[in-house]
């Protein structure tokens, strides 16, 4: 088992809609969570941390259940630039290494 | 941009010889981590460097080695390559236990 997963998509949706990424971890201990962007052949950049309380940037809300070690992504009123692949993170609690899932593609048309 | 630079953009290799590629990190931060990223796949950690000692490994084997120098940029060497080094190799610098910030990367062809 992988020890980040996620649908790779492509999730194909209009402008305007709302879209919803899951993935799951499997390091129960696990403390330090993040949505990175990345943007077809560039680096990936931070999104957002993921906080256990939820946490809402803009148009972005971000959550985590710990108890069956999922976080999520929302993303309402979608632009034609949210286009991209979305990856979820989890950092090791050294503070050392970033495990990434494969990432969820995205594609939102006109 | 995030100050993150890293060379060359693009390289070709032939299975069996040997890479270096190159990192210079962001004014400020003290360490280097190197990931590599296979077509369609996220990002698997390397190793971090930390005040030029190595600070944790991923399950990559010895013959990917890595450089801190003391301005912390930061060297990856691969030798003996394979056809499955294919990859898009990131580096990204921070301050320990912060947010990391990626270079643009170096896509590196193994025929």
């Known amino acids: 088992r992988k020890e980040v997963e996620q649908d790779p998509g492509p999730f194909n949706v209009p402008e305007g809609a709302t879209v919803a990424f899951n993935c799951t971890y499997s390091?129960?201990?696990?403390?330090?969570f993040f949505w990175y962007r990345q943007d077809c052949r560039k680096e990936p950049k931070l999104l957002m941390s993921v906080y256990s309380s939820g946490n809402e940037d803009g148009r972005f809300t971000a959550q985590l259940n710990r108890a069956s070690q999922y976080i999520s992504l929302l993303i309402r009123d979608s632009k034609l630039s949210d286009s991209a692949t979305y990856l979820c993170?989890?950092?090791?609690?050294?503070?050392?290494?970033?495990?990434f899932g494969g990432g969820t593609r995205l594609m939102v048309k006109p | 941009e995030t100050g993150v630079t890293q060379s060359p953009t693009h390289l070709i290799k032939t299975r069996g010889q040997q890479v270096t590629l190159r990192c210079s990190s962001q004014?400020?931060?003290?360490?280097v981590s190197w990931y590599q990223q296979a077509l369609g796949q996220g990002p698997q950690f390397i190793f971090q460097?930390?005040?030029?000692?190595?600070?944790g490994r991923g399950n990559f084997p010895p013959r990917f080695s890595g450089l801190q120098f003391p301005n912390y940029s930061s060297e990856l060497n691969v030798n003996a390559l394979e056809l499955d080094d294919s990859a898009l190799y990131l580096c990204?610098?921070?301050?320990?236990?912060?947010?990391?910030?990626f270079g643009p990367g170096t896509r590196l062809t193994v025929l």
């Open positions: 993170v989890v950092r090791n609690n050294a503070g050392n290494m970033l495990t």
């Open positions: 990204a610098s921070s301050q320990p236990r912060n947010e990391q910030f």
């Open positions: 390091n129960s201990a696990s403390q330090s």
């Open positions: 460097y930390y005040r030029e000692e190595e600070n």
């Open positions: 004014s400020g931060h003290n360490t």
